[in-house]
């Protein structure tokens, strides 16, 4: 049995959510501000976090950032009543996997859980590798043959991206809406020149090259290990 953890303020919203889930086979656990949820996420096990943005103590946003900034990788939905692509990127930003806008149909809500407990065991995986390459999450290093790179904060989420979708090609539509969270696939030139800045760190004229063009298509990292 999944364990959600929801932190909301607003009682009523609050009342009926716990009432949902558990009438769907969930247990809940509960929190109405920021420092007692964050308390709950790291002390008790849950397996996906409900976590409002507008919220007494720490708002979401806070609690999210410092949560990823310690290692926590349970999937969390953020839940608000602010609309504004802004808000949606910065809570993306923040280390959120999904992102759903009050009022929402419970149904939905319920679809959305769905999806994130269905991940893959993998994904919480604290070190990616391929070949020489290795990607630490926790601590957010890069190192090939031995040697830490320095990548930008997107670099390293196109990396992450492709290495846990490694021997697989991925499209620049798919790049578009699973990093840059832009399902309107407005950023295809972008996508390639952090491509290339990709590239330029991780595969020296010594070093296998890893990333492959797919023409036309997108592009694949390649582990042979």
Not at 150 to 159: G, K, M, V, W, Y
Not at 172 to 189: F, M, S
């Amino acid at each position: 049995m999944s364990c959600v953890l929801v932190v909301e303020d607003e009682a009523r919203l609050l009342r009926n959510l716990r009432w949902g889930l558990e009438e769907e086979g969930y247990d809940v656990l509960t929190a109405t501000d920021g420092n007692i949820g964050q308390q709950l996420a790291t002390t008790r096990p849950v397996d996906v976090v409900l976590l409002d943005v507008m919220l007494p103590g720490r708002d979401g946003f806070d609690v999210l950032s410092s949560l990823r900034a310690a290692g926590f990788r349970t999937p969390v939905l953020m839940l608000t009543a602010r609309d504004a692509v802004e808000d949606r990127i910065r809570g993306l930003d923040s280390g959120a996997d999904d992102y759903l806008v009050k009022p929402f149909a419970f149904a939905e809500l319920l679809a959305r859980l769905r999806v994130l407990l269905r991940r893959d065991p993998a994904e919480s995986a604290i070190v990616l590798r391929a070949d020489d390459l290795e990607l630490n999450l926790v601590a957010r290093r890069v190192s090939r043959a031995g040697k830490e790179l320095d990548l930008s904060r997107r670099e390293f989420d196109l990396l992450e991206y492709l290495l846990r979708n490694r021997n697989a090609t991925v499209t620049r539509e798919q790049i578009a809406r699973d990093v840059w969270k832009d399902p309107n696939v407005t950023l295809t030139n972008v996508i390639d020149v952090y491509i290339n800045h990709l590239r330029r760190k991780i595969e020296r004229p010594t070093l296998r090259r890893l990333i492959q063009t797919v023409r036309g298509v997108g592009y694949r990292l390649q582990d042979d290990s």
